[in-house]
């Protein structure tokens, strides 16, 4: 076979290469929340639900900010914005090497840990999360509700179950605060 033979059968072979490599690069932007660089709701859950069919001890955590909107109507949306990557890394970093995160919309966040004893405790999360923003030189106080699931609490380890117990007990840690102003 002569050069140009080869060169003619192997152009199309690039450029569906370079084409597969375009689709994936972006199947991944899509699978990635672009403000805050977390899973979104589709990305995380195909994860979520691999871990926890694999892992006893896998721990489901719901997040909401309480009072968001009065940010962003108060300080705007570029605070808002603000405290959305601070709570996106500080959920990253509580969750570590064990667990995933991901931001499912809005101001609603979830993650899964695969071994908790690892973590350094739900309280420890909800005080992390409690810390005050800075944006522009002004201190923005923030504030969660944070539901949990352990696997080990469900009949059968389904994420669907998973996160309606986190949703019910992160309703419960949501009217728990403001009802009492503590925690």
């Known amino acids: 076979m002569d050069t140009q033979t080869i060169a003619a059968a192997g152009l199309p072979a690039l450029g569906w290469a370079l084409h597969g490599g375009l689709l994936l690069r972006r199947l991944a932007t899509a699978r990635r929340d672009p403000l805050t660089g977390l899973h979104t709701r589709a990305g995380w859950t195909t994860r979520a639900d691999h871990l926890i069919s694999k892992h006893p001890s896998a721990l489901v ?9 009065s940010i962003n109507d108060t300080h705007g949306h570029a605070a808002g914005d603000t405290v959305l990557t601070a709570t996106a890394q500080r959920l990253t970093d509580w969750c570590g090497r064990h667990g995933t995160a991901a931001r499912l919309g809005g101001d609603e966040f979830a993650a899964i840990v695969t071994d908790p004893a690892h973590t350094p405790g739900l309280f420890a999360l909800r005080a992390t999360l409690a810390e005050p923003v800075t944006h522009n030189r002004r201190t923005l106080r923030v504030s969660a509700s944070v539901g949990h699931c352990h696997r ?3 009949p059968v380890p389904l994420l ?9 007990a992160m309703y419960a840690d949501k009217g728990y605060g403001r009802r009492n102003n503590t925690r």
């Open 152 to 154: 080990d609490q469900l």
């Open 160 to 168: 669907t179950d998973a996160l309606s117990a986190a949703d019910a």
């Open 61 to 69: 955590l719901l997040v909401d900010l309480d009072d968001f909107k």
